[in-house]
């Protein structure tokens, strides 16, 4: 059962539930207060047999404009800057998103994960992907950070009918100072269009690496690059600057992208 609050205040459940704790006028203000604070809500689904999901709703204003499930690298979480900030714009622009933590988060609050982990990890993409569905129409959209994104196009190589595009940020194409080690192997299996950012300084992969990587996957693709930007491409110096232009060329090249399939 998927269980949506406010993020910060009481829900318009919790407020259907404590009817008899306050006045209808009182009531009224409650309810008011929080759709016009209009703020991400908590996401939460642990049905038994499946894999659980957990994270923050950002609601666009058409419920049919689309979504796009987000989620964050290995050492962080769905809370990270750059998620929020991009789920803030992504939902001003029409486009409803769901930043979820991955399994291995929900049972870990630190550490990074381990080679286990990415079936349950992606087992909870596709489940997160199908729970969106069931509330929101349009095109689906699933994406991340570094290992989030390399599970999302893992998941997706193997299953290209989940969603519509992938949007893979500071994709993490090798270890740092191991170029050797290419994690390539699913890119001549993707069949879904695949939108790459990445920052010049990424030390997981130079913009001549991944312009080379890409050509393996047969599809429609895409990099984008953020001058000066680190692996995670935000930091201070850039933070207020990264969003808008990854929301930019999203919307450019998957608008570009449903043209040339019609």
């Known amino acids: 059962m998927v269980v949506l609050t ?15 704790a306050c006045s209808c006028q009182r009531l009224v203000t409650l309810a008011t207060a929080t759709l016009m604070r209009n703020e991400a809500q908590s996401f939460l689904d642990d049905a038994p047999g499946e894999a659980p999901v957990r994270g923050f709703l950002h609601r ?34 029409g486009l409803t998103v769901l930043r979820c933590d991955l399994p291995y988060r929900q049972r870990r609050p630190h550490g990074a994960p381990s080679p286990s982990d990415a079936r349950t990890d992606q087992a909870g993409l596709r489940r997160a992907v199908e729970l969106m569905r069931k509330q929101f129409a349009g095109r689906a959209f699933l994406g991340g950070s570094s290992y989030g994104g390399r599970q999302a196009s893992m998941l997706v190589a193997e299953e290209p009918s989940l969603v519509e595009g992938l949007l893979l940020l500071s994709y993490p194409l090798h270890p740092p100072g191991r170029p050797a080690q290419l994690r390539t192997a699913h890119f001549p299996n993707l069949r879904t269009p695949a939108l790459f950012v990445s920052g010049t300084k990424d030390s997981f992969g130079s913009t001549e690496e991944l312009e080379a990587a890409i050509k393996l996957i047969p599809v429609r693709n895409k990099l984008v ?5 680190p ?6 110096s850039n933070r207020e600057e ?9 919307q450019d090249f998957f608008d570009e992208s449903s043209k040339t399939e019609t």
């Open 6 to 20: 406010d993020d910060k205040t009481i829900s318009g459940r919790s407020l259907i539930l404590n009817l008899g």
């Open 60 to 93: 666009a204003e058409d419920a049919g404009g689309g979504y796009l499930v987000l989620t964050h690298g290995a050492g962080g979480n769905c809370s990270a800057p750059l998620l929020v900030a991009l789920a803030e714009k992504f939902a001003a622009s």
């Open 242 to 250: 990264v969003p808008d232009p990854v929301v930019r060329e999203f």
């Open 225 to 229: 690059t953020i001058a000066g930007a």
């Open 231 to 236: 692996h995670g491409l935000s930091q201070k």
